[in-house]
């Protein structure tokens, strides 16, 4: 299956990262991609979340590992017809004191017939993964006290 994968350093505490990269309020802050998040959880306990994109795109995907202060990782119930499957992972290795390394890594895999998109996909969620990287490295840089 595809990856698409990016690091970045960021300048505090490894639970600081985690938690605001998996705080919806606080992702609505400073996160380009989500225009919307709509987090339920189940009777079973199972964490489900409705991302609905910039561009109006909606994708649900449920929690399958939850780590604090180190891991997440969804992969997708419901999304594009275009995309036959989706997983991700977020994690946070503190790197030294003050420092941590977050690497968004996801799996991308296109619905048959639309195989030709694929490589298009690929580099779009390379493009939204940087930026979103970058988008909490500045938020970090510019709110946190850590």
């Not at 290795?93 to 639309?114: H, L, P």
């Not at 030709?116 to 493009?127: G, H």
Request: aromatic share 12%; net charge positive; with cysteine.
């Amino acid at each position: 299956m595809p990856i698409v994968e990016h690091r970045a350093v960021l300048s505090c505490k490894q639970a600081t990262a985690f938690h605001t990269s998996q705080d919806y309020a606080l992702r609505q802050q400073w996160g380009p991609f989500a225009a919307k998040l709509e987090s339920e959880s189940t009777t079973n306990g199972r964490r489900i979340i409705t991302v609905t994109a910039w561009h109006g795109l909606t994708m649900v995907v449920e929690y399958v590992a939850w780590l604090p202060p180190e891991r997440a990782a969804i992969r997708m119930l419901k999304g594009p017809r275009v995309l036959a499957s989706f997983a991700g992972t977020w994690a946070f290795v503190e790197t030294g004191e003050q420092q941590v390394t977050a690497n968004f890594r996801y799996q991308i895999k296109a619905a048959r017939g639309w195989g030709w998109l694929e490589p298009l996909m690929l580099r779009y969620f390379s493009w939204e993964t940087k930026r979103r990287l970058h988008a909490l490295q500045r938020y970090l840089e510019h709110t946190c006290e850590c």
